[in-house]
């Protein structure tokens, strides 16, 4: 008789704990999947994908504008909020059934059902049922942070009830300046709503390319967001259906929805962690973990938003099936977290892979930067104010392209492909090469010819 239960204990039916199940059982391992919610996770359910409905439903707004300058007399439209949620809650249905089906297929039992830890080897279901464990792997992901306590908190939607709001908000004010806030912003604006952006630093997008930061901003700002930087909501009041947010500089707001996009934390409480020996990474909050996704404790492996290193679904995925071949495959593998490619599905949208001209500045002494805005094709017909911006940041030294980013249409698909040459260690010499494809967008990635600047840091003044 077995030792244990199960070989392999999975505890989160998210992108990252599926494949992780999937490629272990495809090793010969025993595998039981425990999920207390939907099977497909943040990703699936309340995350990338339903978003993504979302983004594409309301960029329609900007074609049928955008038509007349082709010709096209469209009668004035309308927009259903319901029907799309309804359309979207089906495709999320099958998804859902999907990610159920190819788990089953595999050979790995699901358990609807929460897990906690009695030590570490065993799990208590929440159903009552005791599972024993050779191995446990931790993917149990993240949930949105509403930060301190103001007065009306209670007042305040995250994302995830954005995606099953009875109707579409009238007015709207999102505060955040990242990934979440500005997407939904942008979806929101899109779809009609008046969007106010609050944020609390002096310009959104910390931490992404500054030139991508203030072309983002203006091009939101074209399309009549309101974006509030350096305040933060203090306070929300309820009057009825509507609501008003107080903010830090003095001024209030009033709104039909409040939504904070402040950040997500790890799903870390009450997994009797400290029963099995695993240990949080006192940096971030996440369960600490080696370059193998081990924990602290010899038998428990943790992958994807849970540890709060990169928490993008590509990236659990490559870690869940790194940490599948490593134990129950026979093939130790790494995760290769560098040159992650990333999008804001703002609109328009950001596509970056590698460095900023900042960072790359702080780790090169010589940086070349080659950097474009211009129309697109489409606005000399359609009249649309924008502008894309291109930019390439070049290692001066080895003429390799250690930066790649993109605001406009597509700039998510153009990226993808990109980031294949930047991880390849392409030099601007190789996009050089690269004959263009006309008449696109992209081509100006390969005919930038001259650096719009050129840094070399003076080594003897340091
Ligand atoms: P982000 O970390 O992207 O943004 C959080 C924003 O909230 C920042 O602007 C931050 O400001 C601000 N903030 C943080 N704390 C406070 C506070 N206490 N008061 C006021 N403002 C605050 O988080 P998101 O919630 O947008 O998304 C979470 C993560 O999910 C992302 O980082 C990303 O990894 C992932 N994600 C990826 C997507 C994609 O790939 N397209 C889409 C959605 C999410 P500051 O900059 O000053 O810290």
Redesign the pocket.
Known sequence: MAEFDVDLFVIGGGSGGVRAARIAAGHGARVMVAEEYRMGGTCVIR??VP?KLFVIGSHVRQELTDAAGFGWSIPSATFDWPTLIANKDKEIARLEAAYTANVEKSGARIAKARAVFEDAHTLRLSTGEKISANVVLIATGGA??H??AIPGLEHVISSNEAFHLEQLPRRILI???????L?FACIFAGFGSDVTVV???DN?L??FDEDVRSHVRSEMEKEGITILTGC?VTGVDKHGKEYTSHLSNGSSIASDQVMF????HPNVANLGLEKAGVAINPSNGGIAVDHFSKTSAPNIYAIGDVTHR???TPVAIREGHAFADTVFGKRPVQVDHADIP????SQPEVGTVGLTETQARAQFSHVDVYKTSFRPIKSTMSGRDTRVLMKLVVDGTTDRVVGCHIVGDTAAEIVQAVAIAVKMKATKADFDATLALHPTAAEELVTMRTPTARYVRDEAAE
């Open positions: 995350g990338c978003k949105p942070n930060g301190a505060q955040g300046g990242g990934y979440i806030a997407e944020y609390r630093g959104i910390r931490g933060t996009a402040i950040g997500r990169f928490n993008l990333t999008a804001v599905f």
